[in-house]
């Protein structure tokens, strides 16, 4: 780009800066009068912009709508990353009963699992995923780090 085309841009920069504050300066009763001596109607004018706008808002809506659809309907047809294996609740009873026998446990832990019997196996995988996360129970190998 040569320095008389930048000169020139530099100056139609002002010229629209000049522009703009003069609009902006300008009263909304100066507008609508020249509004009206051009001969236009204000309020059909507004109602036309506010369809406009709500116009643009719908189609941006949609298609929002669209990419979400799209979205889910991928996710549903990908293939899970892990098929979900049935898990053994008598061995997760018996590794929650040893867990909960080991000496030295406190005695907190004690008291919550002491009836695993009336547990349902929701509470008890509960439990063991709660050990697991604080570290008194160490991962099973066998079930990838479930418990």
């Known amino acids: 780009m040569t320095g008389k085309g930048k000169r020139e841009r530099v100056a139609l ?63 549903r ?6 098929v979900a294996m049935p898990i053994d609740m008598a061995a ?5 009963r040893a867990v909960v026998d080991r000496p030295g446990l406190p005695q907190k832990v004690t008291l919550a699992a002491r009836k695993e019997n009336e547990l349902s196996d929701a509470d008890i995988l509960g439990m063991l995923e709660d050990l697991l996360e604080l570290g008194i129970l160490p991962p099973d190998d066998s079930q990838d780090g479930k418990p």
């Open 13 to 75: 920069d002002r010229l629209a800066d000049v522009l703009v504050d003069d609009i902006l300066s300008t009263s909304d009763e100066d507008i609508l009068a020249e509004f009206k001596e051009a001969g236009c109607d204000p309020n059909q004018n507004a109602a036309e912009m506010r369809a406009l706008f709500e116009k643009s808002v719908l189609a941006s809506n949609k298609k929002r709508l669209a990419v979400a659809k799209a979205a889910a309907t991928a996710n």
């Open 77 to 82: 047809r990908s293939p899970t990353a892990s």
């Open 92 to 96: 997760a009873r018996a590794r929650l």
